[in-house]
């Protein structure tokens, strides 16, 4: 007896699909894979098989950055986000597993820092290109995963476990990260919304020997102030003691200014209901705290948080930015 072919137009089972353009990537033909990636998961999606589509993206992405394709790997990895919006999965401990894998794949590789005389400065052009287009295609990535989280049962603020993945990405892998304290900024929003002030503290102590000279203070400032704009006292005091421990224990020394002053006052000041030394210590080390812009908003929020006193205007400049980024205060 004839075996029974499939109907006109019915989708095979997602391992039929996953084989076949397995294959086709490792005879070589990324884009014509990647065309099929895209065209047999919206078919899944139409058909509202979303698990079997997010096995077919899941695959797709991983094998596509295991061969170096990280534009296409990041593409799908996208689309793997959008339909786990799709097929409404929850934010839990299975998804989160799978996001993980994904980012994983993502190359970690990197960029020489400093130049020598007999540099190939053609290569290093082209190290510090693919670079970026790492940097971005896995913040691209990991920021659609983050608003999907904070839509799908993870805190309002986005899963922290994700938070923390694009933080070390940023953080170890962008080629800007020299001395930019900028993008510091960048890293250091994401690293608050994470669940390790540890790691936090580890990137500030590696930053401290990068950054400009005045710099170093600044970029401990601004980490502590931003746990404490979101009411986080508790690890702000964690990551300062850690930032003393590390330093301590590489032999070199923490930043002797008003401004880590100012900080140490800060923390025992909020410890208690003291609204009139808070805005007695903002005023003796304004001229500290004038040093960037930023932290007078986040003093602003934290007056807020700690002691009920309401903003006059939303945060501006550089913060601002970064809160509207991309809808909201979630990503970066």
């Known amino acids: 007896m004839a075996r029974e072919r499939p109907k006109r137009g019915a989708l095979p089972p997602a391992e039929e699909t996953i084989e076949k353009l397995g294959k086709t990537i490792n005879d070589g033909n990324h884009y014509g894979a990647q065309q099929m990636y895209k065209s047999f998961s919206a078919r899944y999606v139409s058909a509202e098989r979303y698990a079997e589509a997010l096995d077919i993206l899941q695959s797709g992405a991983c094998i596509q950055l295991k061969h170096g394709q990280v534009t296409c790997g990041a593409e799908l990895a996208v689309l793997f986000v959008e339909t786990l919006v799709k097929g409404k999965f929850p934010?839990?401990?299975?998804?989160?597993?799978?996001?993980?894998?994904?980012?994983?794949?993502?190359?970690?590789?990197?960029?020489?820092q400093k130049l020598e005389a007999d540099d190939d400065m053609e290569k290093l052009s082209e190290a510090l290109g693919a670079a970026?287009?790492?940097?971005?295609?896995?913040?691209?990535?990991?920021?659609?995963?983050?608003?999907?989280?904070?839509?799908?049962?993870?805190?309002?603020?986005?899963?922290?476990?994700?938070h923390e993945m694009l933080a070390e990405y940023l953080f170890s892998e962008s080629p800007e990260m020299t001395a930019a304290f900028q993008d510091m900024a960048r890293v250091s929003f994401h690293f608050v919304r994470g669940k390790?002030?540890?790691k936090f503290a580890t990137s500030l102590v590696n930053f401290m020997g990068k950054c400009y000279p005045g710099e170093d203070d600044l970029a401990i400032a601004r980490a502590v102030l931003m746990y404490l704009s979101l009411g986080n006292l508790k690890d702000a005091n964690y990551l300062m003691d850690e930032i003393k421990k590390q330093v301590?224990?590489?032999?070199?020394?923490?930043?002797?200014?008003d401004l880590i002053q100012f900080i140490i006052y800060l923390l025992q000041t909020l410890e208690r209901d003291a609204f009139p030394l808070f805005n007695i210590l903002r005023q003796n080390y304004k001229s500290s705290i004038e040093r960037e812009p930023a932290l007078e908003e986040l003093l602003d929020v934290i007056?807020?948080?700690?002691?009920?006193?309401r903003r006059r205007t939303p945060l501006q400049g550089m913060f601002g930015d970064i809160f509207k980024m991309m809808g909201g205060d979630v990503t970066a």
């Not at 994904?102 to 990197?110: A, D, R, T, V």
């Not at 920021?143 to 993870?154: C, D, L, P, Q, V």
């Open 91 to 112: 934010c839990n401990e299975e998804t989160l597993d799978r996001i993980r894998e994904i980012y994983k794949m993502f190359p970690q590789i990197s960029v020489p």
């Open 132 to 162: 970026k287009t790492r940097v971005e295609g896995c913040s691209s990535f990991l920021k659609a995963a983050i608003r999907w989280s904070a839509e799908s049962g993870a805190s309002s603020g986005g899963s922290p476990e994700i």
């Open 196 to 198: 390790y002030p540890e």
């Open 248 to 257: 301590k224990d590489k032999q070199l020394a923490l930043p002797q200014s």
């Open 303 to 309: 007056a807020e948080k700690f002691y009920g006193v």
